[in-house]
């Protein structure tokens, strides 16, 4: 599973509007109907039941936000940087300025599991993160998205 497999550039938003967890979330569901083709309303509703089981900000600015939805062919990823950090309830009480939204199919399983895991792994890298934060066009945020992916892979 690579991030290419997930993301686009038309999947990255470089300058997110929100002033809170749920404006972001509203967002982001809005631009993930349009790639997904699913109805903004179902991914909203999916992506605040996931929050309350707990929060998905896991630290160091960065955000997780995911869920389920049926009828999804395959999973899809939306990333996006928020113009001003948000409060997100994370788990180190830190705003969040960096968030990656992943949709999988109901049946995905182990593919959704992989596929956290892979995201979770590219936001941990520091200097990535740093990249991320000082770049401001959607083309050179999926060029850093996918190197650091391709180069975690070697």
């Known amino acids: 599973m690579e991030i290419s497999d997930l993301i686009t550039t038309e999947s990255v938003i470089p300058h997110l509007h929100a002033t809170s967890k749920k404006q972001a979330l509203q967002e982001l569901a809005k631009r993930a109907a349009g790639i997904s083709g699913m109805h903004e309303r179902a991914i909203f509703d999916v992506l605040l039941e996931r929050e309350r089981l707990g929060t998905t900000g896991v630290g160091n600015g960065i955000a997780i936000p995911h869920g389920k939805l049926p009828n999804l062919d395959r999973l ?3 990333f996006a940087k928020v113009d001003k950090p948000i409060d997100f309830d994370a788990i180190d009480e830190q705003p969040v300025d960096l968030i990656f939204l992943l949709l999988a199919p109901e049946s995905a399983g182990a593919d959704h599991l992989k596929a956290l895991a892979r ?7 520091k200097s990535g993160c740093e990249k991320l934060r000082g770049t401001d066009s959607a083309e050179a945020i999926y060029a850093i998205l996918t190197e650091s992916a391709a180069s975690h892979a070697a």
């Open 76 to 78: 899809y990823g939306l």
């Open 119 to 125: 995201v979770s792994r590219l936001l941990r890298d």
